[in-house]
């Protein structure tokens, strides 16, 4: 069955001069909006060429428009114009005079602009949003993102509370106070955790980009690392030092200092708060984020790093490095007998081990420095990486030997590999225990007022009796029992030779 449809000769031409008319009106729209367009990106490029080549920013941002393209190119080049141009204080305040936002506390009182509501609307909802998304982009790589928060926050406050807002507007103006400040990714973090939210779900209803380009985002990530550490059992290791060790992550900002300040300080008093000793893995990542404490004060490692933490902080961790250096020593002794196939010196060496060790885990060290040799530095270089080796002294001038330094109490003992006798004096040694190298002839003459014995390979622990009796008579008056510093069956011949002590 065939439809059939009559259409007269007028069909469709009813008003069709208001329908021309229109569509001309149309037209002229496009083609206006083309040559702006044209115009906004050729201006756009005489922008970027001026910032590219470091113009003062004065000289070219002219009016609103011009801060729009600007915005933007901050946000859009492929220049990375936030290094080559960084976004300073001075940039930003100029921006905000140009487009006459004069409500915020960047502002001093004598650049402000009388406040009318509509000049504030000039600051448009496009370059308002363009600004976040720099701020949340770059953060902390922003030379000024503390004022820039404050900007962004203060523009927000003024939006009218009951006026509809586009979705990620609405939420930035609801949480402006959370996210924009230097502490916002910290305020971020604590909502996931507070609110037992993965990370990226709080972070998208946020509208923050999950993406390792979102600097904001990241350092979130960062800090909510530092709140699951909390939970890591104490001494143990966990993925999330694979993450927190890194370069760009501990020296990223938290609080007023960085990340790397932050993991420490929960290393350490967690450690501490348990009354254990701190395990080589933690101590180790200790050293790799913070480097070692012993060193001048001065030094701008310390003043970094250790000059940000509490004095208990950094006392223990001169405490514990003992350990290392000791287990270092050790090795180095096991290692140099077994090349020369010493069976004296092996069965020494776990005698020597225990005395040491008894004397670190019973916190009677309080300081201690290795002086190694060109071997046993080479021998370092290989096993460790450098990040993981503590500070030490480059010992020159003797082939073979290597050192040790303790602070026990009040007595200052010296150790050594080989046949080197085993000084105790209460003055230091008189070469700097900070230098990086000193000959060994500085160290070799023994002090008038020092004590020194040799390593005896009797049955009987008679050196270790003898070392015992003077670290325990005056001027020392240490109190150490033997049975902390020897092995069970060395304390067995200890009593039966000398009895009950």
């Known amino acids: 069955m065939e439809l059939k449809f009559n259409l007269p000769a007028n069909a469709g031409l009813k008003e069709i001069e208001k329908f021309s008319a229109l569509s001309g009106r149309l037209q002229g729209i496009i083609l206006a909006e083309g040559q702006l367009y044209l115009a906004g990106q050729e201006r756009k490029e005489t922008i970027l060429k001026a910032m590219v080549e470091g113009e003062s920013i004065e000289t070219f941002i002219e009016d609103s428009r011009d801060v729009r393209h600007a915005v933007a190119l901050y946000c859009e080049s492929e220049e990375n114009l936030i290094e080559t141009y960084p976004l300073s204080l001075d940039k930003l305040v100029h921006f905000c005079k140009v487009a006459e936002l004069t409500n915020s506390k960047i502002m001093s009182f004598s650049t402000k602009i009388v406040n009318v509501f509509s000049n504030q609307l000039d600051f448009s909802i496009k370059t308002l949003r363009r600004l976040i998304?720099?701020?949340?982009?770059?953060?902390?790589?922003?030379?000024?993102?503390?004022?820039?928060?404050?900007?962004?926050?203060?523009?927000?406050?003024?939006?009218?509370?009951?006026?509809?807002?586009?979705?990620?507007?609405e939420c930035f103006y609801e949480k402006r106070d959370l996210i924009f400040s230097q502490d916002g990714p910290q305020n971020l973090a604590e909502l996931a955790v507070r609110e037992r939210e993965t990370l990226s779900e709080i972070a998208r209803?946020?509208?923050?980009?999950?993406?390792?380009?979102?600097?904001?985002?990241?350092?979130?990530?960062?800090?909510?690392?530092?709140?699951?550490?909390?939970?890591?059992?104490?001494?143990?290791?966990?993925?999330?030092?694979?993450?927190?060790?890194?370069?760009?992550?501990?020296?990223?900002?938290?609080?007023?200092?960085?990340?790397?300040?932050?993991?420490?300080?929960?290393?350490?008093?967690?450690?501490?708060?348990s009354s254990m000793s701190i395990t080589d893995e933690w101590r180790e990542k200790i050293l790799s984020i913070m480097g070692d404490p012993r060193v001048p004060t001065r030094t701008e490692n310390y003043q970094k790093w250790w000059g940000q933490m509490k004095d208990r902080q950094v006392g223990a961790m001169i405490k514990w490095l003992s350990g290392l250096d000791l287990k270092l020593?050790?090795?180095?002794?096991?290692?140099?007998?077994?090349?020369?196939?010493?069976e004296d010196l092996l069965r020494m060496?776990?005698?020597?081990?225990?005395?040491?060790?008894?004397?670190?885990?019973?916190?009677?060290?309080?300081?201690?420095?290795?002086?190694?040799?060109?071997?046993?530095?080479?021998?370092?270089?290989?096993?460790?990486?450098?990040?993981?080796?503590?500070?030490?002294?480059?010992?020159?001038?003797?082939?073979?030997?290597?050192?040790?330094?303790?602070?026990?109490?009040?007595?200052?003992?010296?150790?050594?590999?080989?046949?080197?006798?085993?000084?105790?004096?209460?003055?230091?040694?008189?070469?700097?225990?900070y230098a990086e190298e000193v000959h060994f002839k500085s160290i070799q003459p023994i002090p008038p007022n020092a004590e020194s014995l040799i390593h005896s390979h009797s049955k009987y622990p008679d050196w270790q009796n003898k070392l015992l009796s003077i670290l325990n008579k005056e001027p020392f008056n240490l109190k150490i029992s033997p049975d902390i510093v020897l092995s069970k069956e060395d304390y067995i011949l200890y009593r039966e030779k000398y009895g009950m002590r």
């Open 133 to 169: 998304i720099l701020y949340i982009q770059y953060f902390d790589r922003i030379e000024c993102y503390k004022e820039f928060s404050q900007l962004i926050r203060d523009h927000l406050s003024i939006l009218p509370e009951n006026r509809r807002k586009a979705k990620d507007i």
């Open 349 to 433: 060496f776990l005698r020597r081990k225990r005395f040491l060790e008894g004397l670190y885990e019973n916190e009677y060290i309080e300081f201690s420095r290795l002086m190694i040799n060109s071997d046993v530095k080479r021998f370092l270089g290989i096993k460790y990486s450098s990040d993981k080796i503590p500070q030490y002294t480059h010992l020159i001038g003797e082939k073979e030997k290597s050192l040790i330094y303790l602070k026990i109490g009040d007595a200052h003992l010296l150790e050594g590999t080989h046949n080197f006798r085993v000084r105790i004096s209460d003055e230091p040694p008189t070469t700097d225990l």
């Open 205 to 273: 209803r946020s509208f923050i980009p999950n993406s390792p380009q979102c600097r904001f985002y990241e350092i979130t990530k960062y800090i909510y690392y530092i709140e699951r550490l909390k939970d890591v059992p104490v001494g143990e290791d966990d993925k999330i030092f694979d993450e927190l060790l890194r370069k760009e992550v501990k020296e990223s900002p938290y609080r007023n200092g960085y990340i790397g300040h932050e993991v420490a300080r929960i290393m350490i008093d967690r450690t501490l708060e």
């Open 329 to 342: 020593f050790m090795q180095i002794i096991e290692e140099q007998a077994q090349i020369e196939e010493r």
